[in-house]
């Protein structure tokens, strides 16, 4: 029978005795070339889920996979597809005890490992409004996946500070983050990986150990800034580990104990994904000295002072020695661009500075959550890249509620920090370039020099990266906005063609 016969008859059928019995998902991910991963859930008692799936091509016969949900994860299921075929377009529906939903969909396949052509993919973080009009744009990019870096929802807000302290609490975050309007629908033909940031791990800029937080206020016309670090039980990030373990369709992940970094890979690409929470040893005040004689703040890291830690940082070094990908791409959830020293910097020269609400501090301790803020660590990972002729390394990142770019003469490695995708604003290099300007600090363009939200343009708008590889030509990176328009794109030429 011919193809599109039988899909249609699919259709039809579905449509005439189906009824919606998965109440979240799907939600794809964990795809390779030949495998992925799907997060269902149904309220339907004793159910059995079964996914029919079926290639895109003329010959290819719909094959089933099943599974039951797990009463103790929210009644969700997270099922395992193997042995498909590379680059390849699979239409999948869903029985539940049986009976179709109205649900169906369609997912592509990695190219093959090595592979080389032209492959898109999009980047984002950072959703808390109702805009999301991102999710109607990505998929006219016909991207393989979207790579989240965190911030899908604010569970430490939306829900409670302490979400993270049972796990009927964990399981509404989840259910929370595949509720999202739009989203859930693109997620059912876009496969999705991610990496928590702060607000959707235990919350509050958390490390392992505590919550970071900073507060400023005037006394006696001097501007008091302090830091605080509220500690929170250890069962609250176990939680919140093992949630990501259970309730989302992840790639295998290298240490549990140690967070959920992990790597995957994409063709001739190779992505190797850090957690920049769970192994966070040390407070973020630790990074600041306090003056009691001029009274005020040093910015001075002490010896060891790590945002990542030694096992992840050994496992990132070892895994891209052995990386024959012609691109390698770092994903974190906070930037990794060393110039962001300049703004820690500033916020220490202007920390008495306060304006409408606005205290030059403030700088300093935001940026002092990036990997700038980490100087030791950061650098001895510079040098290991040089000392091991290591290249074609790009950088995605999220957490800044803007989205800017640099082709890596400021920021060491070229990166695509692509963080608006649903924000209450995204002024953030708008307002530093002005500060810049009349405090004579530093330069934007000399901290993100390839563009972005306020940045050679007056577009605030919401918006995500796009990645597109191409071959081992280039990569070019772009940030575009709700309205499907580009607000800022430019190459990275590969080693090799340079
Ligand atoms: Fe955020």
């Given at each position: 029978?011919?193809?599109v ?16 019995f998965?109440?979240?998902g ?20 004793n ?14 016969i719909?094959?089933k996979?099943?599974a ?5 994860n929210?009644?969700?299921?997270v099922l ?6 590379s ?11 049986q009976?179709p939903?109205?649900?169906a ?5 990695f ?6 052509g ?6 984002g973080?950072c959703?808390?409004?109702e805009?999301m ?17 965190g ?16 796990w009927d609490g ?16 693109m997620?059912?033909?876009?496969p ?8 959707d791990?235990?919350?509050?800029s958390g490390?392992r150990?505590?919550?970071n ?12 800034n302090?830091m605080?670090?509220p ?8 939680n ?8 989302f369709p992840?790639y295998?992940?290298v240490?549990?104990?140690e ?5 995957f ?5 190779e992505?190797?994904?850090?957690d920049?929470?769970?192994?966070k040893?040390r ?20 010896e060891?002072?790590?945002?990542f ?20 791409f770092i ?24 304006m409408k609400?606005?205290y ?9 959550q ?10 001895d990972f ?12 790009i950088v995605?990142?999220?957490d ?18 692509a963080?608006?995708?649903?924000v ?6 708008y ?5 810049g300007?009349?405090?004579?600090q530093y330069?934007?363009k ?7 939200n ?5 577009n605030?708008?919401n918006a995500?990266?796009?990645v ?7 990569v070019?990176?772009?940030?575009i906005d709700?309205?499907?328009?580009v ?11 340079k």
């Open positions: 029978m011919h193809r016969g039988l899909v249609l008859i699919l259709v039809v059928i579905s449509f005439t005795s189906t009824a919606q998965i109440t979240h799907p939600v794809i991910g964990a795809v390779t070339d030949s495998s992925a991963r799907m997060y269902l859930r149904t309220t339907i008692p159910a059995q889920l079964t996914l029919e799936l079926v290639a895109d091509d003329p010959f290819s719909p094959f996979v099943s039951s949900p797990v009463p103790r929210d009644s969700s299921v395992g597809i193997e042995q498909l075929s680059n390849t377009e699979y239409h999948y529906r869903i029985f539940v005890n009976k939903d109205t649900i969909g369609s997912f592509r396949t190219p093959a490992v090595g592979e080389k032209e492959f898109t993919f999009v980047t973080s959703q808390e409004t805009n009009k991102v999710f109607d744009v990505m998929p006219l990019h016909n991207p393989y996946f979207l790579m989240h870096t911030d899908y929802t604010y569970p430490d807000y939306q829900i409670a500070p302490d979400y993270s302290s049972t964990m399981a509404l975050s989840y259910r929370k983050r595949y509720d999202e309007k739009e989203m859930k629908y997620l059912r033909s876009v999705i990986d991610y990496v928590y940031d702060d607000n791990y235990v919350g509050g490390g150990f505590c919550k937080d900073w507060k400023a206020h005037k006394e006696n016309g001097r501007v008091v302090e605080f670090a500690e929170f039980p250890p069962f609250w990030r176990r919140t580990i093992k949630g990501y373990d259970e309730f992840h295998p992940l240490d549990t104990s967070g959920i970094y992990h790597s890979k994409f063709g001739n690409a992505f190797f994904v850090i920049r929470n769970s192994a040893d407070p973020n005040k630790d990074g600041f000295v306090y003056d009691e004689k001029k009274k005020k703040w040093r910015w001075d890291p002490p060891g002072y790590a945002l830690g030694k096992k992840q940082m050994d496992w990132l070094k070892k895994s891209l020695k052995e990386s024959d990908a012609d691109w390698k994903v974190s959830g906070v930037p990794l661009n060393g110039a962001c020293e300049k703004l820690i910097h500033a916020g220490v020269k202007i920390q008495n500075m306060s609400g606005f030059g501090f403030h700088m300093a301790w935001g940026f002092s990036y990997w700038a803020g980490f100087p030791e660590e950061r650098n510079m040098q290991f890249l040089e000392d091991n002729d290591i290249n074609d390394v995605i990142s999220g800044t509620h803007h989205n800017v770019m640099d082709d890596g003469s400021n920021a060491g490695l070229p990166e695509l920090n963080s608006g995708l649903s209450t604003g995204t002024e953030l290099a307002y530093l370039k002005l500060i300007t009349f405090t004579f330069r934007m000399k901290i993100w020099n390839q563009g972005g306020g940045l050679g343009t007056k605030l708008k995500f990266g796009k597109s590889i191409v071959n081992d030509d280039y070019e990176l772009s940030i709700e309205d499907n328009a607000i800022s794109s430019f190459q990275v030429p590969h080693s090799s063609k």
